[in-house]
Structure formats: structure tokens, C-alpha cells
């Protein structure tokens, strides 16, 4: 029973700590990337795209959708995230609308067959709420829980950054945690960089956290991604670097690290097109955009790694 129990918490304590390093790997020879993605609006739903390098990017199926949105009164699903859990399974989280209080969820085990979608009110709380955007999902090992975490403007809500421009909105990130994603915690402030940001997304780097964000001031235009680097997921987070994109404006950052390099893709939204970054220290960026190759209209995705085996299955069942 003893022996049962030690060969049980070691795979745990082994599958979280693999948990964490994957994310810091080559690409296994088993290995594939894989980006989730909307287009147009996101009315018609998920979209997916491969990768055997990072680079070059193959839409499966003909473009087409994979799973349609069914909840909130907009049915978008727009900026669709997508994590591997702990348990084995996908948990998907996305945004359902430009004016609500809540976000989408659903999970699977093969990415084909989809539980039922959930409407998660995680801002229903917060008088004053105009939006939910872009949320995303990252686990933290030390605790053993999901976070989620979005944008949302609170009208009324830090006033030094107020202006009448982009409709008056003045986003900061938000988030909650679950173990299950059935309970979750309370909605806290997760990051106040100072300035209007939305989009952020968080990758595990060693024992620290990197955030990847984007800054949403409008006068004097900024619309570009930073970096703050946090010793926990939920914070606090250092002040965000200086803009690692260039003059076009930037939006839904997602990001990779390969081992010896990172990758960070994002959306050219004026210019209609996809972009990418590289670094091999966090500091010193290059832009790779021309080196990239994604599906035409793709949108605002985040990208994950699955097997080869997996990518088989999603290629034959559709």
C-alpha cells in the first residue's frame, strides 16, 4: 500500500515538474506545434493550424472549423486558448463577446470531441464591467492550479489613464484560479502595468514567469507588446520592458520557447497579417515575420505542442 502510494506521488511530483520543462524544449521527434485560431469575427468558431518547425504553418482541413461557439448572446470565439492539463486533458477557454461579463469554456481529450460549452461569469461581480477579452490559461505547479486571466475595463477604475480615445475603454488583467474547472476563486486584479494592456499571455521560464502583454494606449499611440517577468504566476510582476515590436501596431501575443530560442508570434491586425518575433535572452529581439508563414485571415491564437500521433487523429476524424 506504502510502495503504492510512494510510486504515486512520484509520478505526480514528476509529471508536474515535466509539466513546467516542456515548455522550455526542443521540439521531440514526437512532436508537433500546434496553433488554435479565430477568423473574421470569430462567428464560425476554432480553427487550427500545424507546425513542424514554428515557422511555416499548414491549416488542417481546409481551413475549416473544428468546434462552432454555442454560448452567451454573441456565439463568438474569438482568441481561443488552449492549455494541455495536468490531467491529460485540453481545457479551452475563449471570448464569447465585445460586451460581456464572462468568458467560454470547454475541454477534451482529443481535441475533436468537445465537452459542453460553458459560460463563465468571471467579472458578473464587478459593477461597472464592459468587457472580457482574450483570456487565457497557465498552470502553476507550486500550487497545483489553473489560472485564468483576461482583460476587462471597469468604468471608473484608474483614472490617470483615462482618455476619450479607443471608446474610453481602460483595460487591466484580471484573474481567478481552479484546480478543477468546475469551482473557481474570486476575481482579483492580476496586473496593473500602469497603462491601458490587454492580451497578455504567461509562459513558465525556469522558476519565473514570463508575460508577454500588450500596451493599448491610444494618445500618444503605444499598441505594441512588452515583457514583465513575475517569481509567481499570480505576481507581482516588474514593470513592463520597453516594446519589443516594431512601429506597426501589435495585438494577441503568443509565445514558445524552444530551448535555445523564443518565438513570439502575434497579430498585424491594420496590416491583415501575422507576425513573429525571436530571442534567445528575453532582451535582444529580431523580427522574423518574413520567415513566418501562417493561414491567410488567421486571427488572434495561441499555440501549444501535441504529438504526431494526436495530429494524425485530428487529420482523419473530421
Known sequence: MLTNLRQTLCAGALLFSSYVSLAQQPLKKNEVLLFAYFKGNGEDGLHLASSPDGYKWTPLHNDSTFLRPTVANDKLMRDPCIIRGVDGQFHMVWTVSWKDKGIGYASSKDLIHWSEQQFLPVMAKEEGTRNTWAPEITYDPASKQYMIYWASTITGRFPETQTSADASYNHRLYYVTTKDFKTYSETKLLYNPGFNSIDATIVPDGKRYVMFLKDETREPA?????????????????????????????????????????????????????????????????????????????????????????????????
Open 222 to 318: 503605444q499598441k505594441n507588446l512588452r515583457v514583465a517577468i513575475g517569481n509567481q504566476l499570480t505576481g507581482p510582476y516588474e514593470l513592463a520592458a520597453t516594446p519589443i515590436t516594431g512601429k506597426y501596431w501589435a495585438e494577441g501575443p503568443t509565445a514558445v520557447n524552444l530551448g535555445a530560442k523564443w518565438l513570439v508570434y502575434f497579430d498585424k491586425y491594420t496590416l491583415h497579417k501575422y507576425g513573429a518575433i525571436q530571442s534567445t535572452d528575453l532582451k535582444n529581439w529580431t523580427d522574423v515575420s518574413d520567415q513566418v508563414h501562417f493561414p491567410a485571415g488567421a486571427r488572434h491564437g495561441t499555440v501549444l505542442r501535441i504529438t504526431k500521433k494526436e495530429l494524425d487523429k485530428l487529420n482523419k476524424n473530421m
